[in-house]
């Protein structure tokens, strides 16, 4: 038996926690935008912030929404991300191929992460 | 003209579950315009098994949470790569064969590389993928072949259930 005020601090607890984590994430694909050294390397980031990043941020939302239909129009939107990034980043692999951008290949721990 | 029905289904649950305002001229002019696109869709000839894949939605629901687990941790990986002091990434290309049969089949699988961080689809060719991975474990991860083996089966569906 949850009374109506526990119930909502648990979903704000819920919706606190995936929004931190989606934060996390969004900051860490940032820096990452930043860190690493070539375009290549950099989609991985742009993934980070497309996947993980949005969809804790969605679902930390989905947890605060007042009616059903805004939760499966949050659900909706996160849905029409998951298919829609994978594609716009393999238009940007593609171009930075068609530019005859050669990728970096093999280890390059320490020297880039001076700059 | 079952598919351009089923259509007709699919846009019409999305409209209800996207309206809110359910007075009856709305849902009318909602029922309208769904048969009026489903109509011209049929008109065009683009409704076939690849442009409305209903038939795969249970092997994709199955396929789902597969996935998303594999993102989640593919993510953890990617974001340890990006904090750590060293910046510790090998990026390297491998080519990873896509055995489906069909183009949707490999489609699928190349989205499903590109989503998972550390591994983005370059190109699909011939039934090879070529993949830029940032480092080992993501290559490694990947050339257990087990995502293809799980898109394939989902691709089965599409190719078995006849044309």
New interface residues.
């Given amino acids: 038996m949850l009374e109506a005020s526990t119930l909502s601090l648990i979903l704000d607890g819920i919706s606190w926690i995936l929004i931190s984590i989606g934060s996390l994430?969004l900051v860490?694909?940032g820096?990452?935008l930043l860190?690493?050294?070539?375009v290549?390397?950099r989609?991985?980031?742009a993934?980070?912030t497309?996947?993980?990043g949005a969809s804790m941020m969605v679902l930390g939302l989905a947890f605060q929404a007042d009616s059903v239909?805004v939760v499966?129009?949050l659900l909706?939107i996160l849905v029409f991300m998951?298919?829609t990034?994978?594609?716009s980043?393999?238009a940007v692999?593609?171009a930075a191929?068609s530019s005859r951008i050669r990728?970096?290949?093999?280890?390059?721990?320490?020297e880039?992460?001076k700059s | 003209m079952t598919r351009a029905a089923l259509l007709f289904v699919v846009l019409f649950v999305v409209w209800l579950l996207l309206s809110g305002h359910y007075t009856p001229l709305i849902t009318g002019l909602g029922v309208a315009s769904c048969a009026l696109v489903a109509w011209i869709a049929h008109r065009m000839e683009v409704i076939d098994r690849e442009s409305h894949p209903l038939h795969l939605g249970p092997y994709f629901l199955l396929y789902l949470p597969w996935l998303l687990w594999e993102i989640i941790k593919a993510n953890i990986a990617v974001a340890r790569l990006i904090i750590h002091p060293r910046l510790p990434i090998s990026p390297r290309i491998i080519t990873v064969a896509a055995s489906q049969q069909s183009i949707l089949g490999q489609v699928i699988y190349a989205n499903s590389i590109t989503l998972t961080p550390g591994t983005v689809s370059l190109a699909v060719e011939d039934g090879k993928i070529d993949v830029h991975a940032i480092d080992e474990a993501a290559a490694l991860g990947l050339e257990t072949g087990e995502m293809d083996r799980r898109v394939s089966m989902i691709d089965s569906r599409h190719v078995g259930a006849g044309k």
């Fill in positions: 994430f860490v694909g820096i990452g860190r690493l050294p070539d290549y390397a989609l991985h980031a993934g980070i497309d996947t993980m239909l499966i129009k909706l998951l298919f990034s994978p594609t980043t393999h692999a593609k191929q990728p970096m290949t093999g280890p390059t721990g320490g880039s992460s």
